[in-house]
C-alpha cells in the first residue's frame, strides 16, 4: 500500500508503478489489477495545493528557504525545487509559481545557473542497464574524502555514490561493483571507465561475469570499454551537477569551517575526528540527494541487464574481499571503539550527526579528547603511547 502511494504521488503513470512494483517489491498481479487497487483507494492527481486552498504561500516560501539552507539543495533550479516540494513536503505547487519564489529568494543562482549552457555530443543507447559508468569525484579530496559513482548510461539513474577516504584503491572499486551486481541482479553489456589502475579489478570482473553469463557476447573482452574522461561523458554530466547541486555550497562550508579556526586538517587527532563524522554525514547526504536527483519517469527502452546468480557473486567476495568490512572502514578501529568509550566513560549526549550540529559534535568530542589524554598523563604510571595524540600521529 506505502510503496503504490508513494509512487503514484511521485508521478509515476500505471506502467511504471507496475514495473517498478513487480521488480523492486515482488508484486505479481497485472497492471490492469494494479490500476483497480489504484482507484479503490480514492488516489488523486492533485494539480496545485495552492490554488486548492491546502496550504498558503508562506508556507511554501518557508519550505524552500529550507531546502535552500541544505548543501545537497542550496543550487537547486526550480524543476530540481518543485520536485523537493512534493517528495520532502508532500507539497503540488505551479511549476511557475516555485520559478517565482526561486528567483525571488536566491537571484544570484537563478543567474548563474542560466549562463551555464553546455551543448554536448550525442551519446547513444539502446536502453537501461546495457551501459554502466563509472568515475571517481576529486574535489573534495583536498579535505581528504572522496567519491566513486556508477550511473545507468541510457537513464543516467545513479546506481551508487560512495564516499570514502580513497577511490585509488582497485580492490574499493571492484567491491562496489559487486555490491551493485547482487543489488541489481545481474550485470550490465558494458561497463566504462577511465583508463586508471584503480578500476583494474572491476573490469576483470566484469569480463569474466560477461564470458560465463552472457552467452550472446563474441567477444567478452570487449564488455569493458576504457576511455578518456573527456568521453565517459554521461558520469562527467553527472558530477557537474553535483557540483552545482551539492558540492560547491559544501566545499565553501569546509573552507570557512577552517578558516574560521574550526579544524585545523594539520592536527592529527582533529583529521581523524573530521573523517569518523563528515564521512558518514556526506555519505547520508548524497544517499539522499540522489533519491531526489533518480525521482525521474523512465520511458521505453530495452533492457540490456544479464542475469547473474547471487552465488557467483557471493564466491567472487568471498575470493578477492574476504575482510570487506575492514576494508571499507574509514576510520582506525582503535578510534572508532575509543570514541565509544569516552562517550561512555565522560557520560556524553551526542545527537545524531546533521549538517547543522556537526561542528558543534566536533568540539565536544575534541576537547573531551584533550581531557582524556591531559587526564591520562597527570598519572605517571599510565603509558604516554595510549593517548589519542600519540596513537593518531
Not at 570514502?164 to 574499493?172: G, L, Q
Not at 567477444?219 to 576511455?227: A, C, N, R
Not at 578518456?228 to 561523458?233: E, R, V
Amino acid at each position: 500500500m506505502d510503496h503504490i502511494t508513494t509512487y503514484f504521488e511521485r508521478g509515476l503513470t500505471y506502467s511504471q508503478i507496475h514495473h517498478a512494483l513487480s521488480t523492486s517489491h515482488g508484486y505479481v498481479q497485472s497492471k490492469r489489477t494494479l490500476e483497480r487497487k489504484i482507484k479503490s483507494m480514492n488516489l488523486t492527481r492533485r494539480t496545485d495545493d495552492l490554488d486548492n486552498k491546502k496550504i498558503d504561500i508562506d508556507t511554501v516560501v518557508s519550505c524552500i528557504e529550507e531546502i535552500h539552507q541544505t548543501p545537497e539543495c542550496r543550487n537547486a533550479g526550480y524543476r530540481k525545487m518543485r520536485q523537493l516540494l512534493q517528495t520532502k513536503y508532500g507539497l503540488h505547487i505551479h511549476t511557475l509559481t516555485v520559478a517565482m519564489i526561486n528567483r525571488t529568494l536566491d537571484p544570484d543562482g537563478v543567474q548563474n545557473r542560466a549562463k551555464r549552457v553546455l551543448k554536448r555530443r550525442v551519446f547513444k543507447t539502446p536502453g537501461p542497464n546495457f551501459i554502466w559508468s563509472a568515475d571517481g569525484h576529486d574535489k573534495l579530496k583536498k579535505f581528504g574524502i572522496t567519491i566513486y559513482g556508477f550511473i545507468n548510461a541510457w537513464s543516467r539513474k545513479i546506481l551508487g555514490l560512495y564516499v570514502h577516504v580513497t577511490n585509488n584503491d582497485p580492490r574499493h572499486i571492484g567491491y562496489y561493483y559487486l555490491q551493485l551486481v547482487k543489488r541489481e541482479g545481474g550485470i550490465p553489456r558494458r561497463t566504462t571507465t577511465d583508463k586508471g589502475t584503480e578500476t583494474i579489478q572491476m573490469a576483470s570482473h566484469q569480463i569474466n561475469l560477461t564470458e560465463e553469463f552472457n552467452l550472446e557476447c563474441a567477444d567478452p573482452s570487449q564488455s569493458h570499454l576504457f576511455t578518456k574522461s573527456t568521453h565517459n561523458q554521461k558520469i562527467e554530466c553527472l558530477w557537474s551537477q553535483m557540483m552545482k547541486q551539492y558540492n560547491c555550497e559544501l566545499i565553501n562550508h569546509l573552507f570557512e569551517a577552517i578558516e574560521n579556526d574550526c579544524y585545523d586538517p594539520n592536527d592529527p587527532v582533529e583529521y581523524l575526528l573530521f573523517i569518523y563524522l563528515w564521512v558518514p554525514l556526506l555519505q547520508k547526504g548524497l544517499d539522499d540527494w540522489t533519491t531526489n536527483y533518480n525521482n525521474y519517469k523512465q520511458v521505453g527502452g530495452e533492457q540490456g541487464l544479464i542475469p547473474v546468480p547471487p552465488e557467483a557473486v557471493k564466491a567472487l567476495e568471498q575470493e578477492f574481499y574476504p575482510e570487506a568490512a575492514e576494508m571499507m572502514d574509514t576510520s582506525p578501529k582503535w578510534f572508532s571503539e575509543s570514541i565509544k568509550e569516552l562517550e561512555i566513560g565522560m557520560d556524553l549526549t551526542i545527537p545524531a550527526v546533521d549538517i547543522h550540529n556537526v561542528w558543534d559534535t566536533f568540539s565536544l568530542l575534541l576537547q573531551s579528547i584533550r581531557d582524556y589524554d591531559s587526564a591520562w598523563l597527570a598519572d605517571p604510571s599510565n603509558e604516554p603511547t595510549e593517548t589519542f595524540a600519540f596513537r593518531a600521529s
